[in-house]
């Protein structure tokens, strides 16, 4: 009996203490204010951004021990909203989406989204421009007169191209949207003279067109890529390296890019953040496993962000000794 009642005395203690061994890390190290369970605004099912997300959400739960999903969304803008209204913790959003939305141009027709902050580099896009090498079309400059494919209606790459275009005085007679897709195949039966989008590298379609044809894949010259981005300051310059493509095999191609990052909301908790950016980059190896574009999740991609960090971040990435721009600085 009494050794039935010391067992029951030993579980009595011993059993919180088990539980207290298993309490999350961020329940151990953090403070009060941290989250222990957190929404991650993906993408739409199946696209980059809600895959890579998911590998975002097995860092904070293996390593954090925190409660992560990933939601499916319409994408960046509606992320931008859902961080900004305190309906996500973090959101996947791209450069051009988030620009509009903190400054209320755009999309946010007017309404600013200024309670977001980036915390970190997703993967980066590339404006990609061909044509069949018979053509005789090799730079953006030989596209007057031209038509041109620039993707589907209300796409990334049909809002920008026509800016870009338009800054450099190029003319195209027809800008034509569908789908890559299609288009690529318009390209190979001669209804259409170059195709123009922004995508991940290698495209896929470049890979196909070329067991195929022969094309040129146009660079943009550096006074060209200074006056677009002139224009359009959330873009970054790139290069898509050399060996990409058959086309390319000796060669480097310049072009622009534009970044996609995590966002937060202003008031998540600044040692929060500095912590799953520490996770995260420690183990980058669990984001590359869910998709092969978070190879690019590095710190010093961190400077290309076209608004400011969340103090948590700034003070990761200062330790890391990366020079900040002023721009990124957090306002107060």
């Keep these: 009996m009494k050794r039935h009642v010391r067992f029951l005395v030993f579980l009595v203690f011993a059993i919180p203490l088990l539980l207290l061994c298993n309490t999350t890390e961020a329940q151990v190290k953090g403070g009060k ?33 925190i409660t992560a999903s990933v939601e499916a969304t319409g994408g960046p803008v509606h992320n931008t909203q859902l961080v900004n209204a305190k309906e996500a913790v973090f959101g996947g959003v791209s450069a051009p989406a988030v620009y509009d939305g903190w400054h209320g141009t755009g999309w946010a027709k007017g309404k600013k989204h200024q309670d977001i902050r980036i915390i970190s580099p997703m993967f980066n896009t590339y404006f990609q421009m061909y044509a069949l090498k018979k053509s005789g079309i090799k730079t953006i400059q030989d596209l007057n007169g031209k038509s041109l494919g620039v993707g589907p209606i209300g796409g990334t790459s ?13 003319k195209p007679n027809r800008v034509v949207n569908a789908s890559s897709s299609d288009l690529n195949s318009q390209l190979k039966d001669g209804l259409l003279d170059a195709n123009a989008q922004s995508v991940g590298v290698p495209w896929a379609l470049v890979t196909e067109i070329e067991t195929t044809h022969e094309i040129n894949i146009f660079s943009m010259p550096a006074k060209d890529m200074d006056r677009v981005l002139e224009k359009l300051p959330y873009l970054s310059p790139g290069k898509i390296s050399r060996g990409t493509y058959k086309t390319n095999k000796e060669v480097d191609i310049d072009t622009l890019t534009f970044w996609s990052f995590f966002i937060t909301h202003k ?47 700034i003070k990761y990435y200062k330790e890391k000794g990366i020079r900040l721009p002023d721009k990124l600085l957090s306002p107060r």
Excluded at 158 to 170: C, F, H, K, N
Excluded at 283 to 304: C, F, G, L, Q, R
Excluded at 307 to 313: E, I, Q, V
């Design 267 to 313: 008031d998540i908790s600044e040692d929060f953040i500095y912590e799953v950016l520490k996770k995260i980059y420690e183990h980058t190896d669990i984001m590359i496993a869910a998709h092969k574009s978070a190879v690019e999740t590095k710190p010093e991609n961190i400077i290309y962000s076209p608004l400011p960090l969340h103090p948590g971040a």
């Design 158 to 170: 049909a809002l920008i191209w026509p800016v870009i275009l338009e800054t450099l005085s190029v």
């Design 33 to 65: 204010d941290w989250p222990k369970i957190v929404t991650i605004g993906g993408a739409p099912l199946g696209g980059t951004g809600y895959v890579y997300s998911g590998g975002f959400a097995k860092v904070l739960h293996e390593k954090m021990g």
